[in-house]
């Protein structure tokens, strides 16, 4: 489900995932996705609203406590799905990514989706003053001064895909050594 998305988008996905089970709540909602928007310095997401920068702020506007969890630290066993309005911002990221042309989902993305529709974490967004159409023409000056490499080979060896490169390329060894053995057997005959 998670193919398209960036590490850094995963991983903000996996932040909410760990709140919410430190939490023990019985899914990951909006708040969840936000505070897991907050925990990486230099995302896009971040780049757009100071989230890094502003998270005590946005805990504090959304009554949770200041203390973040500690990535390692033992939590609770389980899986915890995402709420209704947690799934429409995942949707609503989708079709961000889609009016820019990315072929990759982002932070930023994560953000603009969270901003479409009203929830938990938008009062809180607002508090820091960021409401869609600012974090949409940000993002969109960010994403022209920094534009996602969309080649194939990117596409193809990118954080998605990169568990398979090296089956990959062992294929294509084999299938250059074969031509070649072909070609040198039929040279010699």
Known sequence: MFEK???QARRAIFYAHCEAVYQQVAAISTTHLLIGLT?????????????KDNSAQLRSELGIPQKPI???????????????NSK????????????DDSY?????????????????ATAALRSISLDLATAQTISRRKRAEHPEDKTLYRRLFGSPFRAHQAVFLKLLAFIIIVSLTTLLIRWLN
């Open 5 to 7: 998305y960036t590490e």
């Open 39 to 51: 925990r990486d310095q230099g995302s896009r997401a971040d780049s757009v609203g100071c989230l």
């Open 70 to 84: 500690i990535p390692g630290k033992i939590l609770p066993a389980g899986t915890i799905p995402l709420n209704n």
């Open 104 to 120: 990759y989902i982002d932070t930023d993305h994560l953000l603009r989706g969270i901003l479409r529709f009203p929830n938990e």
């Open 88 to 99: 429409m911002v995942l949707a609503y990221a989708a079709q961000e990514a889609n009016v």
